[in-house]
């Protein structure tokens, strides 16, 4: 359970620190966390060490002191940001079904941002696979994509899509996938295909 992993980083003073983040690269088979858990364990044991054997308020006592503490946040903050890596490990590699509701997700969330935020969305690149950088959310914006990009949509061929870009020139754009229907007259069945894979940006 990840928050049992963060929250033991939280008592006593981060003494579980360097146990817990050995714990966890052993069960998900991170390496590099054995290196972390040994430099808290360095940081928390041998601050404690110094506090130990320096005298009361000494240079010796107040270096160890510090150290432990800033061993105790830093891996407390560690902690609860690598919870969500964790987890994600714990749970192994997604299905095929994760993906797909995954893709599906991404592709409804880009059209609402698409439709709310048109700015945004030219900005990040969504629904561009053919600009290098770009956010393209697994969908294509059919006012400003090239032919190649277009003419990966499903029922479309390259002589389609190369009358898309013709056509939009022309008209500066279209409004909707409806309107690219209509315009190009293509069969019902092809428009509610191309419905999920679609965005319309503003040119």
């Not at 069960?27 to 054997?53: C, D, E, M, P």
Request: with cysteine; hydrophobic share 50%; glycine share 10%.
């Amino acid at each position: 359970m990840t928050w049992l992993w963060w929250a033991g980083s939280i008592l006593p003073f981060g003494f579980l620190t360097p146990i817990l983040f050995a714990g966890a690269a052993a069960r998900i088979k991170k390496r590099s966390w054995y290196g972390w858990a040994a430099l808290y364990a360095v940081a928390a044991y041998g601050g404690l060490i110094a506090t130990v054997i320096g005298p009361e308020d000494s240079d010796l006592d107040g270096a160890g002191s510090l150290v432990m503490v800033v061993a105790w946040v830093a891996g407390l903050v560690h902690a609860f940001a690598a919870r969500f890596e964790y987890a994600r490990a714990l749970r192994g590699p997604a299905t095929s079904v994760d993906r797909a509701r995954e893709l599906v997700k991404r592709r409804e969330e880009a059209q609402r941002l698409a439709a709310r935020e048109p700015q945004v969305a030219l900005e990040m690149g969504l629904g561009r696979p053919d600009r290098r950088g770009a956010d393209h959310m697994g969908v294509v914006d059919v006012n400003h994509a090239g032919a190649k990009a277009i003419a990966a949509l499903p029922g479309l061929t390259q002589r389609t899509a190369r009358e898309i870009v013709r056509c939009r020139e022309e008209i500066d754009g279209f409004s909707s996938v409806a309107d690219l229907g209509g315009v190009l007259d293509l069969p019902a069945d092809t428009v509610e295909t191309l419905r999920p894979y679609v965005v319309f940006l503003p040119r």
